[in-house]
Structures are given as structure tokens and as C-alpha cells.
């Protein structure tokens, strides 16, 4: 079975609503509530909740839950081993468009004017409904997002960003739902008194995968390739990510695949531009491979005298998730992402 409803996030100054769409597969349905939709789902049967684009540049996510949704409701016309919404013991809940302020702005954050406290809607999970614009749209999903026994938070890499899924450290039931997503490789990030001072600094206590876990709902953030543009190699890995999800907390059944990838930990290498120019990458560096600490990774120059400004060097042993292509740089700006390689969790 498949429904779907309007769901009203917030309204701008005008009065204009600020709308999205909730889909819901298997066993349960949408039916309408007194102000919005509600899940009616079965008290057997585990839910998971995914969604996509809660920074609107970041489409291959939407791209995969509508493929997925063309499988469920028998749209595509596939073998007899691929799943429909009949084959779901238990009910999968989707938002395609998680920030539609963002979205239609193409963008990763809104302008101060639409919500200067928290331009970010990704750092103020689990919302506030008398809050600010973004505070309210995530209140609004966190009722169908806090209710889930998993979720799986479709985001978007860059094109110089190996595709990757992030996980709270130490805890074995987001890890066991990471792995099972697919990706080769996996980011640990720690949280609290584990994490370093930027954690805190950039506000990551509000992302939905923390503010989840915290409240024991196993959550991933899966880093597709690819912003702005839907790419079809991409696409294709969300799927058989979110397949493996299913699988992995009983809505299909079969095992997801066996998993011999590799764990790193989160935000912590990071090669900076020591001034503002232009950065040329060493011509052989390619996201995903291992580097060594103090091994050249490319250049800073002036574009003016030509001189040299900085030889970047890896920061530390090990991979290059990222590595900025896009050749003018200011101080500060990331050079390249060095994830450390966590041999045992």
C-alpha cells in the first residue's frame, strides 16, 4: 500500500505556505490529522524514515526515493526479486523535500532574512514548533521522524567528495545500519565530550543523526556524489543503499550484503589554505586514496606574482575523501579531507 499527503512545514511573512510531500509504504498509511497528516501504523512492524534534501542543492537524494518509489508501487518494470510496497512487513516513510526553502533557492542554507537564527535547518533537530522558520519545519517532521525506529538522511557530497555514510561512533545499531547501506566507506563521527572543538562549534549537536541517536533511533547520513546534478551511478548506489536499509531492520527480507569497507573517523583532517589564491591538486590525487602525514597534496599560489603561497601537505595518515577542484580558494578553505583510518571500532 502506498499514501501520500501535504504536509504545511511553516508559512512565510505573505502568508505563503511552506509545503512538502510524505509518502508512506507498507503496512501503515497517511490519514489526516487535525492540523496535518498522521502515520497510522500497525503496533507489529518496525518504521523507518528517510528523507532528502534537507540542504536543496543536494538532489541525488530525492532522485533515489523516487526511483525507490517507482519499485514499491510496481512503476518499473524490473524481475521477480525486486521488492514492492506489498513485500514491506512494517512501513517505510519518505519526504522527498525536506527543506523546500532551500530547495527552490538551490542552496545549502536560507537567507538571514528567512531565518537568521538558524539558516542551517540541519542544526536544530529536533525543532521547535514556536520557533524560528527552520526550528518549525523540523518539529513538523520530527513527528513522523521521532516516531521511527531507524532513519536514513539522504545528503549530497560534492563532486570531489568520495561517496561515504556517517555514523555515531560506539554505537553499534547506527554502525550495523551504516554497514548495511553499502558505502566502502564509513565516516565515525563522535559526539559530546568524544568530539573535538569544532563539533561544538559548528553547531553539529542539532543534526538530525545526533539529536535521533540521542533519543535511541539508530540514524545514518548517507554522502551521495554529486550536488546540483542528478547522476545516474549515484542514484543507483542510493537505492541499493536504502534497499540494504530495509533489509537491515526487517521490512524485506534477506540479509543485506556482506560489508568489507572501511571505517575512518569524522571531522578531523583537514588540509587548510594558509592564505587566499589559486589551488592545483598533485595531478595523481584522487578521492578515496590513502596519504601519509606531511606528503604533498597540491599548491597554493598568487595569481598575480605566480609564487608560491603554500605547498599543502596531509595533515595525517589517511584517506583523501575530499579534494577541492574548484581552483580559487580563500584562507581557511578546505584543501583536501583527510579521514583517519580507524582500524578497530
Known amino acids: 500500500m502506498h499514501t501520500s499527503r501535504t504536509l504545511t512545514l511553516a508559512r512565510l511573512p505573505s502568508g505563503v505556505p511552506i509545503r512538502t510531500t510524505v509518502h508512506a509504504y507498507g503496512e501503515g498509511e497517511l ?72 530547495f527552490d533557492r538551490v542552496s545549502y542554507t536560507t537567507p538571514e532574512s528567512l531565518d537568521s537564527r538558524q539558516p542551517n535547518m540541519n542544526r536544530c533537530w529536533p525543532g521547535d514548533a514556536e520557533g524560528s522558520l527552520h526550528e518549525r519545519m523540523a518539529a513538523r517532521l520530527w513527528a513522523f521522524a521521532g516516531a521511527a525506529d531507524a532513519i536514513v538522511d539522504l545528503h549530497t557530497g560534492s563532486p570531489s567528495m568520495a561517496t561515504h555514510t556517517v555514523c555515531m561512533r560506539g554505537d553499534e545499531a547506527c554502525r550495523g545500519l551504516a554497514e548495511a547501506f553499502g558505502a566502502d566507506l564509513l565516516l565515525a563521527e563522535a559526539a559530546g565530550d568524544d568530539a573535538d572543538t569544532e563539533w561544538d562549534e ?9 539529536a535521533a541517536t540521542r533519543e535511541g533511533i539508530p540514524t545514518i547520513t548517507p554522502e551521495l556524489a554529486h550536488s546540483k546534478e542528478i547522476v545516474p551511478e549515484a542514484v543507483a548506489a542510493g537505492v541499493s543503499g536504502m534497499i540494504g536499509a530495509l533489509r537491515h531492520e526487517g521490512l524485506l527480507a534477506g540479509e543485506p550484503d556482506a560489508w568489507d569497507g572501511v571505517v575512518a573517523r569524522n571531522h578531523l583532517g583537514r588540509v587548510i589554505a594558509d592564505d587566499s589564491g589559486l589551488f592545483v591538486p598533485e595531478p595523481d590525487l ?15 599560489f598568487d595569481p598575480t606574482t605566480f609564487e608560491t603561497l603554500q605547498v599543502a601537505r596531509a595533515d595525517r595518515d589517511g584517506i583523501a575523501y575530499s579534494v577541492a577542484r574548484e581552483a580559487t580558494v580563500t584562507a581557511g578553505a578546505t584543501l583536501v579531507g583527510v579521514a583517519e583510518r580507524i582500524d578497530e571500532e
Do not use: C, I, M
Open 286 to 300: 584522487a578521492v578515496g586514496d590513502r596519504v601519509a602525514e606531511g606528503e604533498r597534496v597540491g599548491e597554493v
Open 31 to 102: 490519514v489526516d490529522g487535525d492540523d496535518s497528516p498522521e502515520l497510522d501504523a500497525p503496533e507489529e512492524g518496525p518504521v523507518v524514515y528517510a528523507q532528502a534534501a534537507q540542504h536543496g542543492r543536494e538532489v541525488n537524494g530525492t532522485a533515489v526515493l523516487r526511483r525507490l518509489h517507482e519499485r514499491l508501487v510496481g512503476e518499473t518494470a524490473g524481475g521477480e526479486s525486486e521488492p514492492t510496497a506489498a513485500d514491506l512487513d512494517g512501513t517505510l516513510v519518505t519526504v522527498p523535500v525536506a527543506d523546500p526553502l532551500t
Open 202 to 210: 559548528r553547531g553539529f549537536a542539532g543534526k538530525l543523526r545526533v
